[in-house]
Nanobody, 125 residues
Framework: QVQLVESGGGSVQAGGSLRLSCAASEYTYKTNYMGWFRQAPGKEREGVAAIFTVDGSTYFADSVKGRFTISQDNLKITMYLQMNSLKPEDTAKYYC??????????????????WGQGTQVTVSS
């Protein structure tokens, strides 16, 4: 079982930055895609960014493109989400997830098998 633990959430003013981390319990051949998702109260969970762990290629939702970056460490055990120019609408609980897929990039939550418990990000205006 792949275990994922997020950290780095917090409160920040609009325009500020935060860096989220997602630590996997181990490097595993069970996954080749990792992603960040978020869920605001009363809203559905949405995909924010994904990384293909094999070569580090990335994919972003339009809402965060140009503001967020996703990366992984060389051991491919820790994934990061650097969030810049944060907006109040970025406020949500952020989750990391991982899966194995032959289908290319996806930000659909139901296509990810392993999930962390989430970390809260609050952006004030």
């Amino acid at each position: 079982q792949v275990q994922l633990v997020e950290s780095g959430g917090g409160s920040v003013q609009a325009g500020g930055s935060l860096r989220l981390s997602c630590a996997a319990s181990e490097y595993t051949y069970k996954t080749n895609y990792m992603g960040w998702f978020r869920q605001a109260p009363g809203k559905e969970r949405e995909g924010v960014a994904a990384i293909f762990t094999v070569d580090g290629s990335t994919y972003f939702a339009d809402s965060v493109k140009g503001r967020f970056t996703i990366s992984q460490d060389n051991l491919k055990i820790t994934m990061y989400l650097q969030m810049n120019s944060l907006k109040p609408e970025d406020t949500a609980k952020y989750y990391c997830a991982a899966t194995w897929s032959y289908g290319g990039f996806s930000l659909a939550p139901n296509e990810y098998k392993y999930w962390g418990q989430g970390t809260q990000v609050t952006v004030s205006s």
